[in-house]
């Protein structure tokens, strides 16, 4: 470990060399995302950037401080631009649920990286990212979509079976998991492509439909119409 | 790695020691869900087991075969439980659908251990007990499952934006992430307590309106047939 020449991650983020810098930070994400931080060493991310390792510390200073850089520059602001757009004291429900869907989507599609550093990294247990991920969930919005979804249910147009504090879950799970799995998906079904517009249209359809209106019968059991 | 003194694992699972031989199968797979079989050594195996690394090389010979016999003794007998009761020839399609998703919460009632251990070892990328879990994955109900769904929305039964090759991801997601995000949604939503009964309530809700009968609107952009 160098001595500590700055403090905090993404202080060279402005000089000339940021453009390499932030390429071995991508870099550095690929390998997090396809082998786990606790499997990846700082001399692999130097030679899968093709520099030295004295270059990832005189960048990052400590692996620790990489990992500051990943969730600071990389991460939170996948965050912001899922939850800023959100109002929940004025937003319509579907219109909050199908616009964070979107978001989602589109922060997947140009970070292809994101759904198995999620699962990996912030959802499970021992996740090397979860305790500086929690930092940057805005979680009085996160706690406002809950009120919203109940407030919908309130008002009876929402499905009253939903729990609007397992709502966001639900909605990360369906968008993310899908994602992260299709390489073993495809192994089980052969004929399946995975498409990010195939998973968007099925994943509104179901939540849109799952959570507008009152199921006809109010239990599970066939909650046909 | 002692000589192999047995080809397969789960040789001595009908001997008398069978019982102390499962509990620490059982300690193995604790630690797997909470840390990730990469960073877990057999000598932590032991110690947690409180036995030496001399008895976990006695019982399952070397690392790959206990991880054979982690697949074979304790997954493998749950995608039973979950697949076997299926008949994509005959089930209603929402009854095949709560059906499983009842068994999936059942499974993961008992087993504190499986949605971590799903979610990081069989999902992710690079998860140590991909390929031994998808030899036991039965692909012929899968498959048939698939096709259940589609040709319930062929007879005008369900939803059609659902795309039927997704579904059975998503009911995955939906019933494990939860489960393996329950403490950090927790410090997200202090008031939130887990509860699995609740998790079986929203997940059903969810699931068997967004499928059932058809999409009020005809959007999601091209919910087409």
Known sequence: MLN???STAGRRARTPDSDARGQLLDTAIALFAERGIANTTVAQVAAAGQV???MVHYW???????LDAVVEERLAPLFRAIWEPVDPERDAPLELVQGIVRRMLEVTGTRPWLPSLWLREIINEGGLLRE???RHIPIKRVQGFGQN????QARGELNDGIEPLLLFNSILALVMLPQAAARIWQRV???????????????????MHGIAGRPA?????????
């Open 60 to 66: 990052f200073d400590t692996r620790e401080h990489l």
């Open 189 to 207: 079904h052969p004929t399946f492509k995975f498409d990010r517009a195939v998973l968007e249209r099925h994943v509104c359809a179901l939540l």
């Open 4 to 6: 500590a020449r700055r």
């Open 52 to 54: 030295t390792s004295a």
């Open 149 to 152: 979804i109940a407030r919908g």
């Open 217 to 225: 019968k109010r239990r599970l059991s066939g909650a046909t119409r």
């Open 132 to 134: 500086r991920a929690l």
